[in-house]
């Protein structure tokens, strides 16, 4: 990871930097933050000549090298400093509460409007809403391209940002032109390198965060990193990391609650964690309590299905959607947690 004097370094020195690293098999990438630009080595950074000719060159604050796989995702990294920020809210700071429709129902927009308005009511500060859907049956439905248009108008309505899911390159060029603020990688791609490569490269440069769920299956912490590695490693560290519960479900649960690794990544990354608890649990009713255990283990932030009328939704709504006073209610209680624990006299606060 090569740090520059200024906060960022010309085109003429990036080219010979460029120079320095191909004779060693290496490449530079800018990873551009809000106040600087580092520049990281992607490949076999350990050659003690190429380091002390890049450490030699009078732009060149340090050099520092990172023996963990995740160069750029790990806690060591000159990205610690960097910080995701969506809706008005900069992760970390203040918790950041996204909720909406599971599924978009193209056939009854007004359902989605009045829903995003509501939960802008309730204290969320960007909405979620399903466009396209990936379906174990494959007879269930996928969703509609219209629902973009609607999601997108309901960002207009409430002025507030959208997530939805990508699940292909050709949806993820829609979600970019129709101006997405958040790409959702599903749990059924969490570990679909050719997609997150293909994400990676569409961000670049762009004001836009990824939010990446866990695998399914129990995918292990440096899975999860490692995936998210891919992203960033095109040059935008915007990305947010989402348990959101795994298989084998627990009996009565939908899934594995999750919220509990949160910690665990925090010890491991800089990254923001923001917590799925409807996919966690899958029933509303169970919502709320998972939700502050997320924020108790640390969460920076919270995506949660609601809906104006539950049983009127489409996909996993009628079950797991809370409604938007059931919503404002939990957010006021995740809210004063999140201040507890931020507190100078929290054990969490001094740990």
Known sequence: MILPKNNRLT??????????????????????????????????????????????????????????????MDIKSD??????????????????????????????????????????????HAIRGGVWKPRTNPYAFQGDNKSLDILMEGSRRTGLPVDTEVMDEEQLKLALAAGVHVLQIGARNALNYSLLRQVGAAIAGKPVAVLLKRGMHTGTLNEFISAAEYIVNFGNPNVILCPRGTQPGLDGYRNQPDESITPLLKERTWAPVVVDPSHSVGRATYVPACALAAVAYGADGLCIEAHVSPAHGLGDDPKQAVTPAALAGLIREAKALHALRRSPRSPAATS
């Open 11 to 72: 085109e003429t020195e990036v080219a010979q930097l460029t120079v320095i690293v191909g004779e060693f098999g290496c490449r530079i990438q800018p990873i551009v933050g809000d106040l600087r630009t580092i520049y990281a080595i992607v490949g076999d950074e350990r050659h003690e000549l190429m380091i002390n000719r890049i450490e030699g060159l009078s732009f060149v604050d340090r050099v520092d090298t990172i023996q963990s796989p995740h160069k750029l």
């Open 79 to 124: 990205l610690a400093r960097h910080r995701v920020k969506v809706g008005g809210v900069t992760l970390g700071e203040e918790l950041l509460i996204m909720a909406g429709h599971c599924t978009i129902d193209p056939k009854n927009p007004n359902l989605f409007y009045e829903t995003a308005q509501a939960v802008k009511e309730a204290g969320a």
